[in-house]
């Protein structure tokens, strides 16, 4: 007769484990605040949002007028605005206006905004306004409302009171008169970045990993005896303690629930997530100095001119609209590009162009004044020229000289950039 097995109850939900899933989405209703603490907790938004607002702020800018045909006098104006944006908030100058105002641009939805003081026809001052506290109102005459706490009212702030930038704008009617900004754009890539370096540095500390530890042979009484003995050791301030399994003649096994550090290849991993926050802002690594050492120089060039156009070139160009809307309508806020290679490439572009107007005027194609609008037009000329005051020189004359440059062009190096296999600036000589 076989043995009858003996019956146990056991409770079902002793057996019921209950597993938690992050919520895996972009979040699109936290408030300026909380995007702003998402980014003070990881290293890398924090580095690219600096890394632009340092190559914003180290250009030169001026005020200028809008159109150089204009005969009316604009040099009282032109001073004067220029006084208010170098005086910036409160006198604590343009650096430190405009570093305020990008901070907001490029954390939270809503973007930076700019106080009109008193407002734009009588501007005497500009202010920054904390970006968390700014809502738009959708109207017309009233844009934008300030909620900064419960007892204190709403200010309605007038059209012509504030000055507002953010980016990307949702087309949603929902969201409508909010923006996206980096953070949102790449919001699990942070959240991936910041989980694993909790996860990664977990595992560098000095208590035991996660995991399960088979006792094999080992009695249950005598098995939960041993693990209450070993959670009292772990207590204390004592540092001799040495746990002691015995009563098994089977070897113990350690059953983890994490990968050795050394297979997860975390530096890999950090790059590639650190690469998806890069093109969130525009940017790539090499912007920061990272993965440049072993990639060739043409690519490292590349990727920096890239950048130029896109998180850069994109905030630069925002930037002059914010200001030259700012600015009485005779007047534009510029910057002032002083870069050696781009002046170089601007420079070759100016004498490819030279060469090829020469023979459009010869031909009778086009009218010398018609050419200086167009290399107006191109931005190979930033002056301010008036195109009906004529040429400086006979027609003769600037041949000769544009012919004279054209075969010393040797001079200038290379015409190959580096980017693209070529010398650079300088060539070696024999």
């Known amino acids: 007769m076989p043995e009858k097995r003996k019956s146990l109850a056991v409770d079902s939900s002793f057996f019921t484990m209950t597993r938690i899933l992050p919520p895996w989405s972009v979040p699109t209703t936290l408030n300026g605040e909380v995007w702003k603490t998402i980014v003070q907790h990881q290293m890398f938004a924090k580095i690219f949002r600096d890394v632009l607002i340092m190559q914003i702020l180290q250009l030169k800018w001026k005020v200028q007028i809008r159109d150089p045909a204009d005969k009316t006098s604009q040099r009282e104006n032109i001073k004067r605005f220029t006084r208010i944006i170098e005086a910036g908030d409160d006198d604590e100058g343009y650096l430190n206006t405009m570093d305020r105002l990008l901070q907001d641009v490029l954390d939270i939805p809503f973007g930076g905004a700019l106080e009109l003081v008193p407002n734009r026809e009588e501007l005497e001052e500009v202010a920054n306004i904390d970006g968390t506290t700014l809502r738009p109102t959708y109207d017309y005459d009233f844009p934008v409302v300030q909620i900064v706490q419960a007892p204190l009212p709403p200010v309605m702030l007038a059209r012509d009171e504030v000055a507002r930038l953010y980016l990307s704008p949702h087309s949603s009617i929902k969201r409508r008169g909010w923006g996206m900004a980096p953070p949102e754009r790449v919001y699990l890539g942070l959240e991936l970045l910041g989980r694993g370096d909790k996860y990664y540095a977990n595992l560098m500390l000095d208590t035991p990993p996660a995991g399960i530890l088979d006792l094999m042979d080992m009695s249950q009484d005598t098995a939960m005896e041993w693990a209450s003995s070993y959670r009292e050791l772990l207590v204390g301030t004592d540092a001799f ?24 290849e975390f530096n890999r991993t950090v790059l590639q997530y650190a690469a998806i926050t890069a093109a969130g ?5 090499s912007d920061i100095g990272l993965g440049t050492s072993e990639r060739a120089l043409a690519a490292v060039i590349r990727d920096e001119r ?15 609209e914010l200001w030259t809307r700012i600015l009485p309508d005779e007047l534009e806020f510029v910057f002032i590009h002083d870069d050696v290679e781009t002046l170089v490439a601007r420079s070759r572009a100016l004498l490819a162009s030279s060469r090829a107007f020469r023979e ?51 001079a200038i190096g290379d015409p190959v950039p580096p980017s693209q296999g070529g010398q ?7």
């Not at 015995?246 to 050795?260: D, L, P, Q, R, V």
């Not at 890239?306 to 002059?320: A, D, E, I």
């Not at 004044?369 to 931005?379: N, R, T, W």
């Open 360 to 410: 459009m005027i010869q031909e009778g194609v086009l009218w010398p004044d018609q050419v200086l609008e167009q290399l107006m037009a191109d931005g190979l000329i930033t002056v301010q020229i008036d195109p009906k005051r004529g040429l400086p020189q006979p027609l003769a004359e600037t041949t000769s000289q544009f012919e004279q440059a054209i075969q010393e062009k040797e």
């Open 306 to 320: 890239k950048s130029r156009r896109q998180g850069f070139g994109t905030l630069l160009v925002k930037l002059q």
């Open 281 to 285: 802002y525009g940017m790539t690594l």
């Open 241 to 264: 303690k040495i746990p002691v399994l015995y009563e098994h003649e089977k070897e113990a096994k350690w059953i983890g629930f994490t990968m050795n550090p050394a297979d997860l």
């Open 424 to 430: 650079g600036e300088i060539k070696n000589r024999s």
